[in-house]
């Protein structure tokens, strides 16, 4: 496990966070426009839309907490949400690559664990 954040991936998180955000932001903008491009009526692209950006805003993929305590997370979040690929890792350091995976197996595990109705005492 990764105990601290090198300097070198923490620069290279907060200068790759910005183009990964950019990029998220564009494809949900596109379906957005999906949205207003549909044969609902004026009232209802309105409400879908305005419900969407209000759940989108607080997603990682938008805007994040910054703190270096929470780059793991943030980046772990970022690939659940499909922002970004484990390819977009490949410059980062072998020690923060390998965290990101054993947090990744751990919580893809927990998650199906919960989906089959495992609980704490039984998985």
Known sequence: MIKEI??????LFCNKLPTWQETYIDKLNKQYI?????SQTSAD???ELEKRINEDKHKPGVACDTRRSK?????ITLIEEGVIGTDD?????????STVQLMLELYKGEKSAKDNGWNDYNI
């Open 6 to 11: 090198s300097e070198k991936d923490w620069k």
């Open 71 to 75: 780059m793991i997370e943030n980046i």
């Open 45 to 47: 692209k309105f409400w």
């Open 34 to 38: 999906e949205i207003l491009s549909s």
């Open 89 to 97: 890792l490949l410059d980062f350091s072998d020690n923060l690559v």
